[in-house]
């Protein structure tokens, strides 16, 4: 009888590392998506702040590819909250892509995994952020001039084009960024991390 358990035992053990070697994720490590989204709302609001300064009403290349190196720095900025350098890009549909940026050359190589994504819901007026296990967490915009600059006109536009609808966000159920708290597998950084 003992034989047959440690025989069943081993069988199990084998099934859940075969498991996860073959289906899992890409075993990169979650994020805390209270710091993305925290980070993420700093970045939106400086950049369309700088483009107000500047007079600049339309966002082109050179716009977006200044943002997203902004948006970049600012998620590995000290407090860390990922253990590699994180990689940012701006998708089509405007998801912002974040992934483990090993080589931190800010391309995503078929080496490094997605981290998380962020997406923008206007008619929820929101943030959502989701990480590869398929958590997600909201943060609401203050106010409704946050949708009214150029940078976030340029995201909606491009969402508009990939064919991603004002109400495509409306059944999604998030965590609200107030009631979010960061799994255990991720690590925290910054004053709000955690919360």
């Not at 996860?20 to 980070?39: I, K, N, P, Y």
């Not at 203050?142 to 976030?152: Q, V, Y």
Request: aromatic fraction near 10%; proline fraction near 2%.
């Amino acid at each position: 009888m003992l034989q047959k358990l440690k025989t069943y035992g081993i069988i199990a053990i084998v099934g859940v590392v075969g498991y996860t070697v073959f289906f899992g994720d890409s075993g990169e490590q979650t994020a805390d998506l209270g710091q993305v989204l925290d980070r993420t709302e700093f970045v939106l609001t400086k950049y369309q702040g700088h483009l107000g300064e500047q007079g600049i009403t339309e966002v082109s290349n050179k716009e977006m590819g200044e943002f997203t190196e902004f948006y970049t720095s600012v998620l590995n900025s000290e407090p860390r909250f990922y253990d590699m350098t994180l990689g940012l890009q701006v998708q089509q549909d405007a998801t912002f892509l974040g992934f483990a940026d090993a080589n931190a050359n800010g391309v995503q190589d078929s080496s490094e995994g997605k981290v998380f994504t962020v997406e923008i819901d206007e008619e929820n007026r929101r943030l959502i952020a989701t990480d590869v296990a398929g958590n997600s967490s909201g943060l609401r915009f203050s106010g409704t001039g946050f949708l009214a600059g150029a940078l976030i006109g340029s995201l909606i536009g491009r969402q508009r084009a990939a064919g991603v609808t004002k109400s495509s966000f409306s059944n999604r159920s998030v965590t609200p960024r107030s009631n979010y708290r960061a799994p255990s597998s991720s690590r925290s950084g910054g004053p709000r991390a955690g919360k």
